[in-house]
């Protein structure tokens, strides 16, 4: 089984959609939970930290079980410019600093 | 504005010929990584730097090599590049602690002809 899993995707949706990713982590001394979101041809950045309470930036909301050892990012109202690829990043500290990525989920937002 | 810089952002080289990538932070930052990263796959974790400290990934091929001379800099040594190894190269950096995030650069695309 893999570290950090997600959703195979690709997802195509209509601009204005409601759409959610889903990322699941096998290991329990995983510390930090990420969602990067990376363009064609362009470095990973950063769209959100994920705290355990959940937290929400905008139109994104990203929520953690730790029970269920489960991640999920909902992005409302989607927009042309969210077509990209959503990485779900965790940080295994324990083990010095290791972050483990997801295999990531394209999204394609149509007009 | 601080933050991570690669050099150069494309790269050609020939098969076997050495090429050094290279990367820089002004974030002062103690960890540094180099990542590899293949069309449509997540970006595959070379080695890091922890301070001085280098930490070499089981699975990362003798072909590859780093060296950090200080906090600031750190560069990728491809001593003979195959076709296989046309890829983006990523570096990024972290500070020490559990909660701390990736700061990537911009990656240099690497060609081998």
């Known amino acids: 089984r893999k570290e950090v899993e997600q959703d195979p995707g690709p997802f195509n949706v209509p601009e204005g959609a409601t759409v959610a990713f889903n990322c699941t982590y096998s290991n329990s001394a995983s510390q930090s939970f990420f969602w990067y979101r990376q363009d064609c041809r362009k470095e990973p950045k950063l769209l959100m930290s994920v705290y355990s309470s959940g937290n929400e930036d905008g139109r994104f909301t990203a929520q953690l079980n730790r029970a269920s050892q489960y991640i999920s990012l909902l992005i409302r109202d989607s927009k042309l410019s969210d077509s990209a690829t959503y990485l779900c990043?965790?940080?295994?500290?324990?083990?010095?600093?290791?972050?483990?990525f997801g295999p990531g989920t394209r999204l394609s937002v149509l007009p | 504005d601080a933050m991570v810089i690669q050099n150069p952002r494309y790269q050609v080289t020939q098969f076997g010929k050495p090429v050094t990538l290279s990367c820089s932070q002004t974030l002062n930052h103690n960890v540094m990584y180099w990542y590899q990263q293949k069309s449509s796959q997540a970006p595959k974790l070379l080695f890091h730097?922890?301070?001085?400290?280098?930490?070499n990934e089981a699975d990362t091929p003798d072909n590859f090599q780093s060296r950090r001379p200080n906090t600031s800099f750190c560069f990728l040594d491809i001593r003979s590049p195959g076709l296989g190894d046309a890829a983006m190269y990523l570096c990024?950096?972290?500070?020490?602690?559990?909660?701390?995030?990736?700061?990537f650069g911009s990656g240099t695309q690497l060609s081998v002809l």
């Open positions: 730097y922890y301070d001085k400290d280098f930490n």
């Open positions: 990043v965790v940080n295994i500290a324990n083990y010095g600093q290791n972050f483990v």
């Open positions: 990024a950096t972290s500070r020490d602690g559990g909660f701390e995030k990736l700061f």
